[in-house]
């Protein structure tokens, strides 16, 4: 056998802060990919519906549009999502050894609907030209469904984390029995997975409809864009309501269940009633400064009454503080910033519209939504620093710390590093490849040079490989 | 059989699944990045592209499936692989990073250049993937992965048994892949790329042998225990992968039509059984056995459950997938 490395403690504290950095990192960016592939089957399938169901060629083609997009999303997340599960294991071994026979439940029945998204996504794009209209729209239905499973088991997997429960271990530590059930179903998972179901079909809705957007801000105003902006609007706008009313139900009970987050994203001292809510501001250990404080608002907030007693960060040992106080406070007031100023934006186009039938006229309506899918990422990052970040010094709440979860192998930051690197062509790469998509589809939809990988045009005298010319869109059938 | 074995076969299910159809997808890339310039590699390369685009990232999910099996089931194992065969498997996972995005951008970015650069990410990751996923599997079989963790980082698998059996990864993928893109060719009635491929199915199986070849001598002298029961309780895998394979040549070199991927099936799938019986009963041999690394019974059974739901639903999904692509249903469209 090998000799065992010895493993300095230094070197185990600054892998820590390195994993946790590639951790959050690759999670980040994976996770709009995540909402894309979510959310997006939903968005497509509506307008795929639209178009079959009323003959509307702009419909059809924005739903074959947004479904060659997600093909170059899906790609994109399939590996960042493969990188992630190798995370674990490179990043995170101590905690799979421990309790990979509990939480680990939640990514089995994840695999299923992981396996019928990519089986049937890939069906509903490549199936477009062969495919009869009805049964191509069908075709694409169970990609709305593993969608919302898939979110449901990998979201119940971070409940758990943040709410562990159904299992039993033994004086070693040892996971000795698992109860599936409720490791699945714990306390946090009735709110943690509708709220990121939610989140989404908004970064879905107002990123898609900020595309269109802009476009339309350049002066295009076809049925095509006012469509493109509409489906994936209306989508997001009707998201937000509830979104609204989810979160404040998951921060009530983030309160009850895990005080010291709460504490840290709301900056509370001393526990008490009468808490008063900040709004901004930093966070130190003599209170608030430079917050808008609103008295006892937080309070009223977490009991529905003033007097309403509150934990404080007194009340946690010093060990078990989350870090970055200000951070997480700061990230918790944008995240439902955004998400409240896009109530206030669904709330004018519904004016709007029932006063008129039409989307507000003025320009300063179009800018807010271009810049509404941005902010709806941005509060997508946010409510995930306060969920991990929050959950910190701990990885499973109360029963292992995330010190005592990273790998002792060396060279962390070097390959945090090299992801940077990575991701930062991935983002390029996919970027690039959604304008040069867009540029073409303006240019009257033709095609690539041919079908080919990689040859400057079809040679003369062969076959033409790829299956040439366009066929005009909506293959004529209703 | 206990529940830990049950357990242990569906990871070899997942396992034998990913080999073929992963395996076959990374062999495409293989046979693109040796298809020459633009000009000449165009024909291979559309066909490779056309049969890989719509199922590569269904195949991929097996992949996931083993991981999520392998954690779920045997937490201590995955563990222990994971902390001492990092840097194999860090640069697999950059390797699927690469290729996945490389694939996908080639279809969709213009321009001959950009275009360029793109294939060859996809057909040079194609390689190494394959390559250190099978020196994890060949210093996992080597008896290198202490089953408490924490090996050496790179004598682990710097060695000539995991070094050959990731050439072997490679070769077969290389090969499954010729077969399955030979009938591909035959479907569009496309003679010469059939010719083409049939010649590289024979030079592929033919490198896959010789690595296989090499790779028993190396077994012999780096892992006693699984050689020993490779040659005995693994000996009918063993013949039958070797049947399957010289029943194929024969039928490549005779020209015949079928039933070459059952047998090209046939002769990876025996060949991974093999290793599956010559380990047991241990996952890591010989510091982890099966039982000791198993997960509580309540966790298998979600397990089963799981794996039956995958063959009620998964694999039917599958077959119509295929189905749809082997008829031509399914095309890119730009």
Redesign the interface.
């Known amino acids: 056998?090998?000799?065992?490395?010895p493993?300095p403690l230094a070197a185990s504290a600054s892998n820590l802060l390195a994993a946790r950095e590639q951790m959050a990192f690759t999670l980040g960016f994976h996770i709009v990919l995540s909402c894309l592939g979510v959310a997006l089957p939903a968005t497509i399938l509506i307008a795929n519906y639209i178009g079959l169901k009323k003959g509307d060629e702009a419909a059809i083609e924005l739903a074959?549009r947004w479904s060659?997009a997600m093909?170059?999303t899906?790609?994109?997340g399939?590996?960042?999502?493969?990188?992630l599960?190798?995370e674990?294991?490179?990043l995170w071994?101590?905690f799979?050894?421990?309790?990979?026979?509990?939480f680990?439940?939640a990514?089995?029945?994840?695999?299923?609907f992981?396996?019928?998204e990519?089986?049937?996504?890939?069906?509903y794009?490549?199936?477009?030209?062969?495919?009869s209209g009805w049964a191509h729209f069908w075709s694409g239905v169970?990609m709305f469904v593993t969608g919302i499973g898939g979110a449901f088991s990998v979201v119940a997997a971070n409940s758990w984390m943040n709410q562990p429960q159904g299992f039993t271990l033994n004086a070693a530590g040892k996971?000795?029995?698992?109860?599936?059930l409720k490791v699945l179903v714990n306390p946090a998972t009735g709110y943690e997975v509708p709220h990121m179901i939610l989140a989404a079909y908004m970064v879905v809705g107002f990123l898609v409809a900020s595309v269109y957007a802009v476009g339309m801000l350049k002066g295009r105003r076809d049925r095509l864009h006012r469509l493109g902006l509409l489906i994936p609007l209306t989508i997001g706008l009707i998201a937000t309501p509830i979104q609204l009313f989810v979160g404040d139900t998951a921060a009530r009970a983030v309160a009850d269940h895990q005080p010291a987050k709460f504490a840290a994203m709301e900056c509370i001292q001393e526990t008490g009633g009468h808490q008063t809510e900040y709004v901004g501001g930093v966070c130190t250990s003599d209170g608030v400064k430079a917050a808008i404080p609103i008295p006892d608002l937080d309070s009223f907030l977490v009991g529905f009454s003033a007097d309403t007693k509150v934990t404080g960060l007194n009340e946690i040992p010093n060990d078990e503080r989350p870090p970055a106080n200000t951070f997480l406070h700061l990230s918790f007031d944008l995240m439902v910033g955004i998400g409240t100023g896009l109530l206030a934006l669904g709330a004018w186009v519904a004016w709007a519209w029932w006063k008129r039938r039409d989307i507000p006229r003025t320009p300063w309506f179009l800018r807010i939504v271009a810049v509404s899918g941005v902010a709806s990422v941005l509060a997508l990052w946010c409510g995930w620093i306060v969920t991990e970040v929050g959950r910190q010094p701990w990885i499973v709440q109360g029963y292992m710390r995330t010190s005592e979860a990273v790998?002792?192998?060396?060279g962390i930051w070097f390959?945090f590093g090299?992801v940077l690197l990575?991701y930062a062509?991935?983002g390029t790469?996919?970027v690039?490849?959604m304008r040069?998509?867009s540029?073409?589809w303006r240019e009257g939809g033709a095609?690539?040079e041919g079908?080919?990988?990689?040859?400057?045009s079809t040679?003369a005298g062969?076959k033409p490989?790829?299956?040439s010319g366009n066929r005009p869109v909506g293959r004529g059938k209703t | 059989m206990s529940k830990a074995d049950a357990a242990a076969a569906i990871l070899w299910v997942g396992a034998t699944f990913y080999a073929l159809f992963g395996g076959a997808d990374f062999g495409g890339g293989v046979w693109?990045l040796v298809a020459g310039g633009?000009?000449r590699g165009?024909?291979p390369?559309?066909l490779?592209?056309r049969s890989l685009?719509?199922?590569w990232?269904?195949n991929?999910?097996w992949?996931?499936?083993v991981?999520?099996?392998l954690?779920?089931?045997f937490?201590?194992a995955?563990?222990a692989?994971?902390?001492t065969l990092?840097v194999p498997?860090?640069l697999a996972?950059?390797g699927?990073?690469?290729?996945?995005?490389g694939?996908?951008?080639?279809?969709?970015?213009?321009g001959?250049q950009g275009?360029?650069a793109?294939?060859a990410t996809f057909a040079i990751s194609s390689v190494i993937t394959p390559f250190f996923m099978g020196t994890v599997i060949g210093a996992i079989a080597a008896g290198?992965v202490?089953g408490?963790?924490?090996?050496?980082?790179f004598?682990?698998w710097l060695q000539p048994l995991p070094l050959l059996i990731g050439a072997m990864f490679v070769a077969s993928g290389a090969y499954l892949a010729a077969v399955f893109l030979v009938g591909d060719a035959r479907r569009q009635e496309d003679a010469e790329m059939e010719r083409y491929f049939v010649r590289r199915a024979l030079i592929a199986a033919v490198v896959a042998g010789a690595f296989a070849v090499a790779g028993l001598f190396a077994l012999h002298s780096e892992a006693r225990y699984v050689f020993d029961r490779l040659t005995s309780q693994g000996l009918p895998l063993v013949v039958l992968s070797l049947l399957c394979g010289i029943a194929l040549l024969a039928l490549l070199l005779r020209g015949a039509r079928r039933p070459l991927r059952p047998l090209a099936a046939g002769a990876v799938t025996a060949v991974i059984w093999g290793w599956g019986v010559a380990q047991f009963p241990y996952l890591l041999p010989t510091?982890l056995r099966i039982d000791q690394a198993a997960?509580?019974g309540?966790?298998m059974?979600?397990?089963f459950i799981?794996f039956g739901?995958?063959a009620v639903?998964?694999l039917p999904?599958?077959g119509?997938?295929y189905t749809?692509a082997q008829r031509?249903?399914?095309?890119?469209?730009?």
């Open positions: 056998m090998l000799p065992l490395d493993l074959k060659q093909a170059v899906f790609a994109v399939a590996v960042t999502g493969t990188v599960s190798f674990f294991g490179l071994p101590h799979m050894d421990r309790f990979g026979a509990a680990g439940v990514f089995a029945i994840e695999g299923i992981f396996f019928l990519a089986i049937f996504l890939a069906i794009i490549y199936g477009w030209k062969r495919l169970p996971v000795v029995d698992v109860e599936p790998t002792d192998a060396k390959s090299l990575l062509g991935l790469g996919a690039l490849v040069s998509m540029r073409r095609g690539l079908d080919t990988p990689y040859a400057p040679p062969r490989l790829g299956v | 693109d633009p000009e165009q024909r390369r559309d490779i592209q685009t719509p199922v990232e269904a991929h999910v992949l996931i499936f991981l999520v099996v954690w779920t089931a937490p201590p995955f563990s692989i994971f902390t990092y498997i860090a996972a950059l699927i990073v690469l290729r996945g995005a694939f996908a951008f080639r279809k969709s970015i213009v001959l275009r360029r793109m294939g290198n202490p408490a963790g924490n090996g050496d980082a004598s682990t510091s997960a509580p309540p966790t059974t979600i397990i799981v739901v995958a639903l998964v999904s599958l119509l997938l749809l031509d249903l399914l095309e890119s469209e730009h």
